[in-house]
């Protein structure tokens, strides 16, 4: 995995963990920045997951905000799936009251989020098959 300017990418298990470097994502060229990182560690993935760690993230534009829905479709269409975790209680409250706490599975940790991913990839039971 190549290093980025916005973002530090760890890999966990075929899961990318993602931290945000700025505590603030508003600035229109930031967003950008942030989005185009972001669109090539899901592309780099492929079907794999994106764990969004939002520890250090204080702020969200609503422009930042609209690129998270649509790398939420463009994963899904690949077939991969993003989850959220750590948000600050500001930044959660964003997701309560536009509802996108409704789109995005959001975690209180990094923890709970990986294990989400683990149940994904379970096999099949018998009555499936």
Partial sequence: MRKFDSIVVENQDGISVIHFVD???????RIQLV?????????????????????N???LSSAAINKLIVL????????GQIRLSNLRPEVRDVFSITNLDRLFSIFDN??????????RKSPKSRDQE
């Fill in 110 to 119: 990094s923890t709970e989020a990986m294990k989400s991913f683990a149940t």
């Fill in 72 to 79: 939420d479709k463009r994963v899904k269409s690949i077939g």
């Fill in 35 to 55: 989005n185009d990182e972001l669109n090539s560690v899901a592309e780099e993935n492929k079907t794999g997951g994106l764990l969004l760690n939002m520890e």
């Fill in 23 to 29: 505590d603030k994502i508003m600035d229109t060229k």
């Fill in 57 to 59: 993230v204080r702020f």
